[in-house]
Structure formats: C-alpha cells, structure tokens
C-alpha cells in the first residue's frame, strides 16, 4: 500500500512485512517528518509502524462524534475506537479528506483524480450526520464523512460546485449553533489581517421537522492543504523548535487569533480548530489558514456564566484565555469597528447581553 500526495508516491508500507519505507521524504505529512530510521532492527520496525498507524488513526472520525455510531452502522464498521480499529477504517475509506491531498493506494499507477472528493460526487448522509436517523447500509466509503474531525454534528454537501459544512447541536434551540452564526457576524466587526471562515445560520427542513443548522464554504483548494496545529507542533518537537515563535515568524497575524478568541470567550480552539495552509506543489507552509468553528464561541455570554478564564486549549498549555489574549495583544492589529459593531447590535435586541460583554472585553484589551 502505498501512501501518496495528489500522485506523489510519498510512502510505501505493508503491515504484514513490518515494512514502511519512505519514497519522498518532503511530502511526508509534517508529524511524520524526521520519525523514520533506516533500519533492520525490530524495535526501530516497530516503532516505524507505529508512527504511520498514529497518523492514519488520526483521520478518522472519532466515535465521540455526534451520531458517529450511526455513520459507522451505516458503511459496516466495528464500534470501536481503538488505533487498529480506525486505521482499518483509514484503509477502507483510502484516507481520502477534503482538508489535503494524501490518500492510499494499491498501486502507484492509481490517479487522485478517481477519488478527489472536492471534485467527485460522494453520498450526502445529511439526516444521519446531523440527526442520527435513518442508517442505511453502503459500500462506497470514499465519503468526506469518516475523515473529518470534530465532536459536534456536521456533514458535507454540495451546493453548484461548491462545498459547504452543516452543523448543529443538541443544545435547547440549537443555541451552540446559533451563536456560531452570530460570532461569525461579530467577528466581521473587527479589523484584522487574519482570513476568517464565515458562517451563516438558517433553518432546514428535515424528515423530522425543522433544524437550526450553520453553513460554511470549503475554503481548501487543489493548490493549498490545511495542516493542524497538532502536527507542526509534533514537527517541532521532533526538530526541538520552538513552536509559538515558529508560528509567529511564519505568520504574525497569529497574534490575533488569541485576542479574538478571547473577546468571543471561545473555548474551543484546541490544536485541529487552527492551522497552516501548505503548497502542495511543495508541501511548504505558505501561511496560517482561514480561522473557523466557532459553535462554542458566545456560549458562555450567552447563558451569563463567566468563562475568561477558562483554560486555552491552543498549546495545551496552563494558561487561561485571558492570560493569552494578554500575552499576544501588544502584538496584535485587532480592532473593533464600533460603528459596524452598534449597528449589528440594533439587529440582535435578544442577544443585548451578549454584545455588552462582548464590548466589556473589547475595553477590557483597550481594542476600540
């Protein structure tokens, strides 16, 4: 089998033989990057496998995920989620996503283009993603479903030609999701450099009623992959690089993203929610990507629970949002459009509260 990028034949591996042997060492992903030795030795076989096998149980949707249970019922696969169990799955579905280009083949003579999913039709399991209901059995599992991450329900469609990502949740009235459409409108507020993902909210029809859903467009190209933060930090600690100054120097637009996850109090911004956008005709970063999901921004605001100074996921470090937003904000451009913001609050008199602690924390970083 073989691991390839686009048709860049990037690593062969067979798990039988204990073989995994490197063809192209610059398109290797960047958390694979300096792990494999050249070697006979057992151990060092073993541990070379274990290194691809992480990797690939990483691309698979957990089992944690809303209605995962029911995606796994409906393509056949074992309810487990262990490491063997999920990079089978990776092996089934060929490891096909919609955020890069690498994928597994039998043969080097096999084209992407026979299974780009940002191109091909793939079957849309809506009511399954996002409710749960209705598992039917299939046997094409080259599906954008078993590949993407995250805990909250979500599915991919196709609108013309282009991708777009539906969301919701189980919250009384969907008010995750809700807010995830009013922070996107929030964040259109704010003068910034950094590329923001937009998110628009509206009601579907579905075979059990209506449903609050948030919709974004797939902002990954042939041209351009998305890498997660997780993996450049495994790349860093693997070349004993520093990871924060790395990404600053690569992109001092960073500096924004913790100010503006502050003012949202968005808790959710762990290692795979940002990222880098790399070349793929060099698999070189090129700069951070577009920031996205934000169904967990506002959340707090909203239910009037105080939740700055809960702890930031982004370096799975001790510090707490605040505490980053402090840190970066004497490097960071962000700053409020009070005009646009009053305007946009005239429009949302349910969510007042919401917007006045919103504003709090914008006085709070002295960002007007």
Request: charged share 25%.
């Amino acid at each position: 089998m073989y691991l390839m990028f686009a048709d860049t034949p990037v690593l062969y591996f067979d798990f039988d033989d204990f073989i995994v042997e490197v063809i192209n060492e610059q398109f290797l992903p960047y958390s694979l990057q300096g792990k494999f030795t050249r070697t006979v030795a057992l151990k060092d076989l073993l541990r070379n496998m274990q290194y691809l096998k992480s990797w690939l149980s990483h691309r698979v949707l957990s089992l944690s995920r809303a209605n995962a249970k029911q995606i796994y019922t409906m393509y056949q696969i074992p309810q487990l989620d262990d490491i063997e169990t999920r990079v089978k799955i990776c092996l089934a579905c060929k490891g096909v996503a919609i955020q890069d280009s690498y994928w597994l083949a039998k043969d080097t003579n096999e084209k992407y283009e026979s299974v780009n999913i940002r191109h091909k039709h793939f079957k849309e399991i809506l009511e399954i993603s996002l409710l749960g209901i209705n598992p039917t059995i299939t046997e094409n599992s080259i599906c954008p479903e078993l590949t993407t991450h995250g805990l909250f329900r979500k599915c991919w469609i196709r609108d013309g030609n282009n991708l777009y990502l539906l969301k919701s949740d189980n919250f009384q009235n969907n008010i995750s999701t809700r807010m995830e459409a009013l922070a996107s409108k929030i964040l259109d507020c704010f003068d910034t450099n950094l590329s923001i993902v937009e998110y628009t909210g509206r009601i579907r029809n579905t075979k059990v009623g209506k449903l609050y859903v948030s919709k974004c467009k797939n902002f990954i190209t042939d041209d351009y992959s998305f890498v997660e933060a997780w993996e450049i930090i495994e790349y860093c600690n693997t070349y004993n690089i520093n990871f924060r100054q790395y990404m600053y120097s690569l992109d001092r637009n960073f500096a924004d993203i913790p100010v503006l996850d502050f003012i949202l109090v968005n808790t959710d911004r762990h290692t795979q929610n940002y990222g880098f956008l790399v070349d793929n005709k060099t698999n070189k970063i090129v700069s951070l990507a577009p920031i996205f999901d934000f169904n967990c921004a506002l959340v707090a605001d909203y239910f009037n629970r105080g939740a700055e100074d809960t702890l930031s996921q982004m370096f799975n470090s001790k510090e707490t949002l605040r505490q980053l937003a402090e840190q970066y904000r004497p490097c960071s451009n962000v700053r409020l459009n009070k005009e646009k913001f009053i305007k946009l609050r005239g429009s949302y008199t349910e969510y007042k509260h919401v917007f006045d602690k919103v504003y709090e924390r914008c006085l709070y970083l002295n960002v007007i």
